[in-house]
T-cell receptor
């Protein structure tokens, strides 16, 4: 089955700097790659996703890139703000099957 | 707004008790999931269901069962609670693949087994 590795497990950045979180997946059949943000005391919430027919997707300050050949995808957050502090999870799946999640990255944005 | 509601935010149960965790969604989603979240281990899939009365085992089903008698409700059952089941439990729902794949999560139930 699918296995998703996520790095780093913790990340601290200064406010205004960029943050990058990287994930690799094992199953070449996977074609859906979402990113979730979990704030303290809440359930994870989707922030951006990408399908395997697209190499990059942007939404304001966040972007995701996908390299199918290398089987890795990354989350990029630019101009970080304190409210970006949270735990971020990447996931992978073949559409129609349950998501397999990485272990998470705790991002701290220092004002 | 899609809403996934878990019946309890916090639960404390004794070893050996039968525990029910309830989850209700209001978007008429076919798919529902139960995950367990532990520090350093991420979210691990316990059980999922693609339709009423259907259930499939996930990656860590041992010690758990589920019930889906109605489309909007998916219950996780700990048959005989043990201390190693102390964890955060997250319920999620999603529409059929053809309509989209975003999974919507509840706020979680933090279960402590003593």
């Amino acid at each position: 089955g699918e296995n998703v590795e996520q790095h780093p497990s913790t990340l601290s950045v200064q406010e205004g700097d960029s943050a990058v979180i990287k994930c690799t997946y094992s199953d070449s059949a996977s074609n859906y790659f979402p990113w979730y943000k979990q704030e303290l005391g809440k359930g994870p919430q989707l922030i951006i996703d990408i399908r395997s027919n697209v190499g990059e997707k942007k939404d304001q300050r966040i972007a995701v890139t996908l390299n199918k050949t290398a089987k890795h995808f990354s989350l990029h957050i630019t101009e970080t703000q304190p409210e970006d502090s949270a735990v971020y999870f990447c996931a992978a799946s073949l559409l129609g099957t349950p998501l397999v999640f990485g272990k998470g990255t705790r991002l701290s944005v220092i004002a | 707004d899609v809403k996934v509601t878990q019946s309890s935010r916090y639960l404390v149960k004794r070893t050996g008790e039968k525990v029910f965790l309830e989850c209700v969604q209001d978007m008429d989603h076919e798919n529902m999931f139960w995950y367990r979240q532990d520090p350093g281990l991420g979210l691990r899939l316990i059980y999922f269901s693609y339709d009423v009365k259907m259930k499939e085992k996930g990656d860590i089903p041992e010690g758990y069962s589920v019930s889906r008698e109605k489309k909007e409700r998916f219950s996780l059952i700990l048959e005989s609670a043990s201390t190693n089941q102390t964890s955060m439990y997250l319920c999620a729902s999603s529409p059929p693949t053809a309509l989209g794949t975003e999974a919507f999560f509840g706020q979680g139930t933090r279960l402590t087994v003593v």
